[in-house]
């Protein structure tokens, strides 16, 4: 089991290596646990979350489209939360492009519904 952590931090580090968020395009950051997901917008010129998001924030209601059913579900309903949110910043702060961070996660499942979800609200990566 160690090994396969191992493995992920690898992947966590060769993915963060390469990625980067300011200001205008900040990093959406994703956090994936075996209940619940996590988004957030971090500004890493200065080290500050501009926006963070849970699926706790969400309703749990069934989805309209019959591939997301589940966890799959809220996953994209938290993507479109947080777009909505990016664009309800006030005047000038406003994010519309985002760096997508997965942080070593496979882009599948739940990482992929977010962020169709955060594309459909208006992110744009």
């Known amino acids: 089991m160690l090994a396969k952590q191992e493995k992920k931090l690898k992947r966590q580090k060769r993915v963060r290596a390469k990625i980067f968020g300011t200001k205008d395009k900040p990093r959406f950051s994703v956090f994936r646990s075996a209940k619940h997901v996590y988004a957030q917008l971090v500004d890493d010129d200065k080290g500050k979350t501009i926006i963070s998001a849970s699926d706790r924030e969400i309703k749990k209601t069934k989805s309209k489209d019959p591939k997301l059913t589940g966890k799959k579900a809220i996953a994209y309903e ?26 070593g996660y496979k882009y599948h499942g739940r990482i992929k519904a977010l962020a169709e979800g955060a594309r459909e609200g208006g992110l744009k990566f």
């Open 78 to 103: 938290l993507g479109k939360l947080i777009a909505e949110k990016a664009k309800n910043l006030p005047a000038g702060r406003q994010v519309e492009k985002v760096v997508f961070d997965r942080r």
